[in-house]
């Protein structure tokens, strides 16, 4: 089981996230966060066509991938012990999962061929980065979803379903 598309939503992505997924979407919605977020929910789902950032700088885009992905290991880290896969706090660190990958798969390489290779790189250790966090991620929900299970089931009294001799009184 992976994080797929359909988990991201876009009033989780942080402030930097949310304005870079607008401008590579070329919209300039109101400075207020709830518009930026409608109008990028609106985009998505009339799947608005992607172009290449035009803020697009190898060394800040690099620096903003590993600050996203430290964001969210920490994110992580921090987690309650008892959290469900509906917790606010696994739904932003999905969607910024989601986020995260399709902005490394949209990293043009760089024209120079030292440089291309430098980034490939640079790609394969993120997409690792990304893979072992949401393993990370999973485990945690998955193992508290196990514990919380078990804790109810044992609580409650077994149901059988057996018919009982009734008196009946004359």
Same mark, same amino acid.
């Given at each position: 089981?992976?994080? =797929?598309?359909? +988990?991201? !939503? $876009?009033?989780?992505? &942080?402030?930097?996230?949310?304005?870079? #997924? *607008?401008?590579?979407?070329?919209?300039?919605?109101?400075?207020?966060?709830?518009?930026?977020?409608?109008?990028?929910?609106?985009?998505?789902?009339?799947?608005?066509?992607?172009?290449?950032?035009?803020?697009?700088?190898?060394?800040? =885009?690099?620096? +903003?991938? !590993? $600050?996203?992905?430290? &964001?969210?290991?920490?994110?992580?880290? #921090? *987690?309650?012990?008892?959290?469900?896969?509906?917790?606010?706090?696994?739904?932003?660190?999905?969607?910024?999962?989601?986020?995260?990958?399709?902005?490394?798969?949209?990293?043009?390489?760089?024209?120079?061929?030292?440089?291309?290779?430098?980034?490939?790189?640079?790609?394969?250790?993120?997409?690792?980065?990304?893979?072992?966090?949401?393993?990370?991620?999973?485990?945690?929900?998955?193992?508290?979803?196990?514990?919380?299970?078990?804790?109810?089931?044992?609580?409650?009294?077994?149901?059988?379903?057996?018919?009982?001799?009734?008196?009946?009184?004359?």
């Amino acid at each position: 089981m992976s994080i =797929e598309f359909s +988990a991201w !939503e $876009a009033r989780y992505l &942080s402030l930097s996230e949310l304005e870079y #997924e *607008l401008r590579i979407r070329k919209l300039k919605p109101k400075s207020y966060h709830a518009s930026k977020v409608k109008a990028l929910d609106r985009a998505v789902a009339r799947e608005v066509p992607v172009c290449i950032d035009p803020k697009y700088s190898l060394v800040t =885009e690099i620096e +903003a991938i !590993e $600050a996203s992905l430290t &964001s969210i290991t920490t994110a992580i880290i #921090e *987690l309650d012990e008892q959290v469900s896969a509906d917790d606010v706090d696994v739904r932003r660190i999905k969607s910024r999962l989601v986020h995260i990958t399709q902005r490394i798969e949209r990293f043009p390489p760089k024209p120079a061929a030292d440089g291309e290779q430098i980034v490939e790189e640079k790609k394969e250790t993120w997409l690792a980065n990304y893979l072992e966090l949401e393993s990370d991620l999973l485990e945690k929900v998955a193992i508290n979803a196990k514990d919380l299970s078990s804790r109810t089931s044992s609580l409650l009294q077994p149901s059988v379903n057996a018919v009982k001799g009734v008196p009946v009184y004359k």
